[in-house]
């Protein structure tokens, strides 16, 4: 089991910036690719960025590709999704995942764990 807690969401004003954070505890985190996930109300949940286990891989969604970025840290056991230049159409919660292996990492439904989600919004 891994258990993955978000944190770093809140309001900010078109144009600001975020940092979003998920700490993982369990097995090895290492033993991970992590994925941000974003579901903004009436709408699927839709991919946002992820990293591989080693943090050499990453993958952005084209909407969010040049403004956000995924990075990790396996000695705090946590991944980072900073955000800069945000939209109001990035108003969504955000979720952390994790599954063991870097197939289909933008397919949600292959992840193994995920988090319980961190409100961002974004002001126009």
């Known amino acids: 089991q891994v258990q993955l807690v978000e944190s770093g969401g809140?309001?900010?004003?078109?144009?600001?910036?975020?940092?979003?954070?998920?700490?993982?505890?369990?097995?090895?985190?290492?033993?991970?690719?992590?994925?941000?996930?974003?579901?903004?109300?009436?709408?699927?949940?839709?991919?946002?960025?992820?990293?591989?286990?080693?943090?050499?891989?990453?993958?952005?969604?084209?909407?969010?590709?040049?403004?956000?970025?995924?990075?990790?840290?396996?000695?705090?056991?946590?991944?980072?999704l900073q955000m800069n230049s945000l939209k109001p159409d990035d108003t969504a919660v955000y979720y952390c995942a994790a599954k063991p292996n870097w197939d289909l990492v933008a397919d949600d439904e292959t992840y193994d764990y995920w988090g319980q989600g961190t409100q961002v919004t974004v002001s126009s």
Do not use: H
């Open 10 to 80: 809140g309001l900010v004003q078109a144009g600001g910036s975020l940092r979003l954070s998920c700490a993982a505890a369990g097995r090895t985190f290492s033993s991970y690719s992590m994925a941000w996930f974003r579901q903004a109300p009436g709408k699927d949940r839709e991919f946002v960025s992820a990293i591989s286990r080693s943090g050499s891989n990453t993958w952005y969604a084209d909407s969010v590709r040049g403004r956000f970025t995924i990075s990790r840290d396996n000695a705090k056991n946590t991944v980072y």
